[in-house]
């Protein structure tokens, strides 16, 4: 019994409402709302650490391959070379973020991003080619087209700012176009884009919030996930009608931003050997990032056969 008492006597209140401290009463509920501030805010700085330390990490990462672009930029003014990179996909699938990376160290006299607007009234009336073929390189330069002709296979059909037999006609010249093009002498390297609607409706949100992305949004957006199926199948007849060895498509899975820029540089890189390459440096094309357009016709035609739909 007197052990009982004397475990008695050392019991505490498990649940005080007030502690003293340096003979201050302090109510514990106020103690507890410091703590939840004081470990949002570290969680917070962890977080931001973390972010920051990826960041570093991956800008890290492309530094090498990007140093190879340069190379591949001197190749192409000393022997004269054409090369146009076309980027292509759906809205928010990283092709802005991948120009920048890749142009980042580049020679600014010796490469142009061309992203054009609307067509003018006068330029509906021309050969529907010509508005792109004045922004072609001259020799020893890249070209980029952030979007290009093929707005009118997929954005242009799905939203209607073209007719049927326009679309059409692009659908039966565009080989024959590029064709040409490769035959003259121009490198014309297709990527396209591709990414998940859950992933596209995640960068959509975050633009929607974030004012130092809100720019980026526009109406075409914001309809983008409601004709997601429209525009898949618009993808299909695209890759379909236009894929071709002289010209093939190259489609980057861009989910993951940082792996599709890298996959994406290393197609670029292994379009043609140039002086310099550092042999040390991996160029293998991580597939489960990178399939060709035949094979990506191919996965579309196993969805349709098995979900009855195209997936993407």
């Known amino acids: 019994m007197q052990k009982n008492d004397a475990s008695k006597k050392n019991v ?8 003293f401290y340096n003979e201050e ?4 509920n106020h103690l507890l709302e410091d703590y939840e501030k004081l470990k949002r805010k ?77 067509p003018t009234e006068e330029q509906k009336t ?60 121009i490198i014309l390297v297709k990527l396209y884009f591709s990414v998940t609607k859950d992933e596209q409706a995640l960068r959509f949100d975050r633009r929607k919030t974030d004012p130092l992305r809100q720019w980026k949004l ?12 429209e525009f898949t199948v618009m993808k299909y007849k695209m890759l379909e009608a236009s894929h071709s060895r002289q010209a093939p498509w190259t489609i980057i899975r861009s989910n993951d931003k940082h792996t599709a820029r890298k996959e994406a540089m290393k197609v670029i890189l292994n379009q043609l ?13 991580n597939t489960d990032i990178v399939v060709s357009g035949a094979h990506e016709l191919e996965i579309m035609d196993r969805h349709m056969k098995k979900e009855g739909k195209f997936i993407y």
């Open 42 to 118: 570290s969680d917070k700085k962890d977080r931001f650490t973390a972010k920051a330390l990826r960041k570093l990490k991956e800008i890290e990462d492309l530094k090498p391959y990007q140093a190879e672009l340069i190379k591949l930029q001197n190749h192409l003014e000393k022997h004269n070379g054409k090369m146009m990179i076309l980027f292509e996909g759906r809205d928010a699938s990283g092709k802005g973020g991948t120009i920048r990376r890749v142009t980042r160290y580049m020679n600014e006299k010796h490469y142009r991003v061309v992203a054009l607007g609307k």
């Open 218 to 229: 526009s109406e075409v957006d914001l309809q983008a996930q409601d004709k997601w199926d």
């Open 25 to 28: 009463k302090i109510p514990v």
């Open 126 to 185: 021309q050969w529907y080619f010509q508005r792109y073929v004045q922004h072609f390189p001259h020799s020893g330069e890249i070209v980029l087209f952030d979007r290009s002709w093929y707005n009118r296979s997929m954005v242009e059909p799905v939203f209607g700012f073209c007719t049927q037999k326009e679309y059409e006609n692009f659908i039966k010249g565009v080989k024959g176009f590029e064709k040409d093009l490769v035959r003259q002498g």
């Open 273 to 285: 050997n140039y002086e310099g390459r550092n042999m040390d440096l991996d160029f293998t094309l």
């Open 12 to 19: 505490v209140n498990v649940n005080p409402e007030f502690i």
